[in-house]
């Protein structure tokens, strides 16, 4: 079973179109990240939920809208898209308050490869 | 900089030697945490240390930490070539916090 599985795996689109980006985790965490990597593998930390409810929100435009239904989903959308959003997006998940209090681990999906053209 | 720096950028090994990566950081933590990378792949983790522990093992894995130096080291004894990945140190911090990567060092173990 995937701990942590992010839909699609590829996703290649032109400018200016929205598209979505599904994660779903199993393993009964409380909070979920998303996280950006780009083509120098720098990650950085975009947004995260601690039971449904927003707790990060880093500088990052507000074409992009996380969304989470339950504890279990966290999707994210992107509107109008731009070529700079080009990345690869992976979704985390960590038990209790983030990752530093409880000293918890976080659990990565297989990342979701962005291109937009 | 919030987020840790790695040093070496890349390191090419031979099988059988050992590897050293290092995690430099400014911030205050409650622990510092390793990860690898696989091309491709999403991240993996490695091996947690706490604030208050100086150094841990896990099979060919060593890290050290230095809070008063706010650096880490992580060791890779008797490499391998399944270990050729990129690998991120992570700081975790306060309460509510996510984990802020550094930019990884890429390992290349050739046979």
């Known amino acids: 079973d995937t701990a942590v599985s992010q839909t699609p795996k590829y996703l290649v689109t032109q400018m200016g179109n929205d598209k979505s980006i599904k994660c779903e985790q199993n393993?009964?965490?409380?909070?979920m990240y998303w996280y950006k990597q780009d083509s120098k593998k720098f990650l950085k930390i975009m947004f995260s939920?601690?039971?449904?409810?927003?707790?990060i929100n880093e500088t990052v435009p507000n074409r992009f809208s996380p969304k989470s239904p339950d504890k279990a989903h966290l999707n994210l959308h992107i509107n109008s898209l731009e070529l700079g959003d080009s990345a690869v997006y992976f979704c985390?998940?960590?038990?209790?308050f983030g990752t530093g209090l409880l000293n918890t681990e976080a659990f990565f999906g297989q990342g979701t490869r962005l291109t937009v053209v | 900089s919030q987020q840790g720096e790695e040093d070496p950028q890349a390191l090419s090994i031979q099988e059988g030697e050992n590897a050293t990566m290092n995690c430099s950081y400014k911030?205050?933590?409650?622990?510092l945490q390793w990860y690898r990378q696989n091309s491709g792949r999403g991240l993996v983790h490695l091996i947690l240390?706490?604030?208050?522990?100086r150094e841990k093992h896990s099979g060919r894995l060593r890290v050290t930490l230095d809070t008063s130096k706010k650096s880490s080291s992580l060791l890779i004894t008797a490499s391998r070539a399944a270990d050729t990945a990129s690998y991120f140190c992570?700081?975790?911090?306060?309460?509510?916090?996510?984990?802020?990567f550094g930019k990884g060092t890429t390992l290349s173990v050739s046979s």
């Open positions: 985390a998940s960590s038990q209790g």
């Open positions: 393993l009964g965490h409380d909070t």
């Open positions: 939920y601690n039971n449904k409810e927003l707790i």
């Open positions: 911030t205050s933590i409650n622990n």
């Open positions: 240390i706490r604030s208050n522990e």
């Open positions: 992570a700081l975790g911090g306060q309460a509510g916090t996510a984990l802020i």
